[in-house]
């Protein structure tokens, strides 16, 4: 059987994420401080002294948006203000250490959830599971859930040596085998991992020790995708298609293109599956609040506190129900409704947190452990990232439009607060589209939203845009925060079409995302994105006909204002355009090395 495309991969080795510095911290206060002071004061200014009389509606429109962006701004600064790690213990050597009753050693009992990946994705995940180092009086138990019911994937798991639990019908989805598998065993902690979720050799010894507080409910790690294509630099690419010949001005060739494009290396992460930034600044910032959601995959859970959140949901839901209902409750009646230790939801992780930490009488919390300690496979087709991108929208579009925790009693306010910068992260859907079209609207009628582009205006806006790059730049570390922008425009359409479902009243639906790579489909999800290309492009070809041309409506300042802003945009949402077209290296990996020998067993096949 050939080899799995991510075996090349195998060699990597996780990041390292220390922790921000003091100086850094007071730097990124300070510039966050000043950057909030202008903002504040050119938006007084837009509203008080800029709007232009002879487009008000417009001009109200895009200063409207501007105000809506500087809020979330101010949300996410609040989510993102100081690191506050979980000081590291060891792990529990007594289940009184743990906080657990009874005798004898503490269970573990990992579960990889599957439904219809390959098995070549599922050997790598077992044999890692296998390998996870035991701490002392710790009994781990690996099980293999099988949504699909597969008669192949319950060989798989006899030949490995490992328990298979599968079920007759998929309700719940996710959340649904989980369910049945808690059910069925009883270890004091839950590891959750997917089908392709490599668990770290230290994943055990470095997050059982947070439970020795017994408010902690569950433990989340970062995710961290192995597979991402680091791509080829320009220069190299460049030779491969300019050959010898071109040698001399390769050098001030590639410089233009990274200028240009603003990127570091050809083909590097097409589909902007990086996530950096929102484990190491969003997750573990929110850790200095107890406010860390679970992200699924790479999680560990306190058994008791799943149960004690679902009988009080249960018990909750039968009173509500009965009370509508004349006489005594049948134990048939009560028996149909269901118990959900993880809620059925297509985002049935950061659901089931939300559910935990507003239960004030128990006090769970979480902590988010900054190490990397599982491993993962990013989407590597524009069918998996659409499928992806469209749970994750759909799935909190639900959570916020059906039961927002920001209207929950027993949630904290600062736990309110973070969800809320996530939720209005989405909401940006409604009028960033309103930023995106000022462009265009303006090149092709010649209106400006505001009264003039004049060096007051400029002294206005680009000390804004200034210190907020500064203060970004500083708040994430220096990473990459332009891949982040890029996707928030690239994926506008599939936000779009999220909130439009979940407001028709039609639940996000539960499939997987696909781990097995087939090249040339989902290609019709970026249809949208190249029709807006394709308007942007009519309108900055028009402005700059109808400026050259002495147009009374045209003027060069607006012109070069606006196909400034025009550019930015086609570039960050023809971003994941040029992922349809991408292809992965068909290079052969690497020999392995003495580290990388026997990484997996792939004589499971047999």
Request: charged fraction near 15%.
């Amino acid at each position: 059987m050939p080899e799995p495309y991510f075996q090349k991969f195998a060699q990597r080795r996780p990041p390292r994420f220390p922790a921000m510095s003091q100086r850094r911290t007071l730097a990124w206060h300070f510039m966050a401080g000043l950057t909030i002071g202008v903002g504040g004061w050119y938006l007084q200014w837009r509203w008080l002294q800029s709007l232009n009389p002879d487009a008000l509606f417009f001009s109200v429109a895009v200063v409207s948006a501007e105000t809506l962006l500087f809020l979330g701004t101010l949300l996410f600064y609040f989510d993102i203000w100081a690191e506050q790690d979980t000081p590291q213990k060891p792990p529990p050597l007594t289940r009184d250490d743990a906080h657990l009753d009874g005798s004898g050693p503490i269970g573990v009992d990992l579960y990889v959830t599957t439904y219809d990946e390959d098995p070549e994705v599922l050997i790598p995940t077992i044999a890692a599971a296998q390998k996870v180092m035991c701490p002392p009086n710790v009994s781990p138990q690996i099980y293999l859930l099988d949504d699909g019911n597969r008669p192949h994937i319950a060989a798989l798991a006899h030949r490995s040596g490992i328990c298979y639990l599968a079920r007759s019908s998929n309700e719940g989805f996710k959340a649904g085998n989980l369910r049945n598998a808690l059910m069925q065993t009883a270890g004091d902690f839950i590891v959750i991992c997917d089908a392709d979720t490599r668990l770290e050799p230290t994943f055990l010894q470095n997050t059982l020790g947070y439970f020795r507080n017994p408010k902690v409910a569950w433990v989340q790690t970062p995710h961290w995708f192995y597979d991402i294509p680091e791509g080829q630099a320009w220069e190299s690419w460049l030779k491969t298609r300019l050959g010898q010949m071109a040698q001399p001005i390769l050098p001030a060739l590639a410089t233009s293109l990274q200028w240009l494009t603003g990127r570091d290396r050809v083909g590097a992460d097409p589909f902007l599956s990086e996530p950096t930034v929102f484990f190491d600044i969003i997750q573990r910032r929110r850790n200095r609040n107890g406010a860390s959601f679970c992200c699924g995959a790479g999680s560990v859970h306190r058994r008791e506190a799943i149960f004690a959140a679902a009988l009080k949901r249960k018990s909750a839901a039968v009173d509500k129900a009965h009370g509508h209902s004349p006489g005594p409750a049948s134990p048939i009646w009560i028996n149909s409704i269901s118990l959900q230790p993880f809620r059925f939801h297509v985002s049935e992780d950061i659901y089931t947190s939300i559910l935990l930490q507003e239960d004030r009488e128990e006090g769970w919390t979480s902590v988010y452990h900054p190490k990397v300690e599982a491993r993962m496979l990013s989407p590597w087709t524009m069918e998996a990232w659409a499928t992806q991108r469209l749970k994750y929208a759909g799935g909190t579009f639900d959570i916020m439009l059906r039961d927002n925790p920001l209207f929950r009693r027993g949630l904290p306010w600062r736990h309110k607060l973070h969800y809320g910068a996530t939720f209005w992260s989405y909401l940006t859907t409604l009028w960033l589209p309103v930023l995106l079209l000022a462009p265009v609207i303006s090149l092709v009628t010649g209106i400006a939203p505001v009264e003039a582009y004049s060096a007051e205006f400029f002294l206005h806006f680009l000390p804004v845009i200034f210190l907020s790059e500064i203060a970004m730049v500083l708040a994430c570390k220096g990473y990459a925060i332009q891949p982040g922008r890029a996707l928030a425009l690239s994926t506008l359409p599939i936000q779009l079409r999220a909130l439009w479902l979940v407001l028709q009243g039609k639940r996000p639906r539960f499939p997987p995302t696909p781990k097995t790579p087939v090249f040339g489909q989902g290609r019709h999800h970026i249809l949208p994105n190249l029709c807006l290309m394709f308007v942007m492009a009519g309108a900055g070809i028009y402005g700059t006909v109808q400026t050259l041309r002495g147009a009374e409506s045209h003027d060069m300042a607006l012109l070069i204002t606006n196909l400034f802003w025009l550019v930015w945009n086609m570039a960050a949402v023809g971003r994941i355009a040029l992922a349809a077209s991408w292809s992965p290296d068909t290079a052969p990996s690497p020999a392995p090395t003495e580290e990388t020998a026997n990484v997996h067993d792939f004589s499971l096949y047999r």
